[in-house]
């Protein structure tokens, strides 16, 4: 188990603003977190991390904390502080039972193993990969995502959630964009019952100009 007390971002006296924490695989922590206490039940005193998301695209500071009881349902009780967001009660999945879909969730402290990164390293990072995009061909996210100025806040935000690279925000662009047209023109095809594509071209083009007023719309928001 990790000294949670001696690393810098995780002390008592680190603010959370200087500091950038991975984000979590929520399923993932939900599935070890359960193993874990099958073999190892909780117990009264056990350490475990107490996790928070903001807004889903970063995580907030882990709270280490010890188990205050164990109720007769065996729910895990601990006194966090994002009693705002959820309760203070946990399945033995780490789900809360007040919000088990919402961002505040619990992993056992032997199962956390995630350093924290100062925030002005990692961001001296994430824009060193970003300059990338003068070297690399990425016109047609452009026009997809409606400007240059929209991808790379697309991709500086992938980069943020996912802790990855610049190659692989892009790729993961890439796939977004795929799926998407692939779902657009079955869209179409279902729509259409004419072979002909000279006849299907109008209903092709006012598919595609629905679908840019939505993504405008989004933008201007």
């Known amino acids: ?92 999945t780490g789900q809360n039972c007040y919000a088990p879909k919402g961002q505040v969730h619990l992993v056992p402290a032997e199962l956390y193993r995630d350093i924290p990164i100062p925030k002005s390293l990692y961001d001296k990072k994430v824009n060193e990969e970003l300059a990338k995009s003068n070297e690399i061909d990425i016109k047609d996210f452009s026009d997809f995502y409606g400007g240059m100025e929209n991808v790379i806040k697309h991709l500086k935000w992938i980069m943020q959630t996912s802790f990855c690279s610049y190659e692989k925000a892009k790729e993961e662009m890439q796939k977004d964009m795929d799926e998407h047209i692939h779902y657009l023109m079955f869209n179409i095809h279902k729509r259409s019952n004419k072979r002909n594509f000279k006849k299907n071209y109008k209903h092709i083009s006012k598919f595609l100009e629905k679908e840019e007023e939505q993504r405008k719309r989004i933008r201007d928001i």
């Open 1 to 92: 188990m990790l000294l949670f007390h001696k690393i810098p971002g995780l002390r008592d006296e680190d603010k959370q603003e200087n500091w950038y924490y991975k984000y979590r695989n929520f399923e993932e922590d939900r599935k070890n977190t359960k193993e874990y206490y099958t073999q190892n039940p909780p117990k009264e005193g056990d350490l475990v991390v107490v996790l928070s998301t903001q807004f889903t695209h970063r995580m907030d500071k882990p709270e280490i904390l010890p188990i205050e009881a164990i109720t007769k349902q065996k729910r895990i009780v601990v006194n966090h502080s994002f009693i705002y967001y959820a309760g203070r009660s946990f399945w033995r």
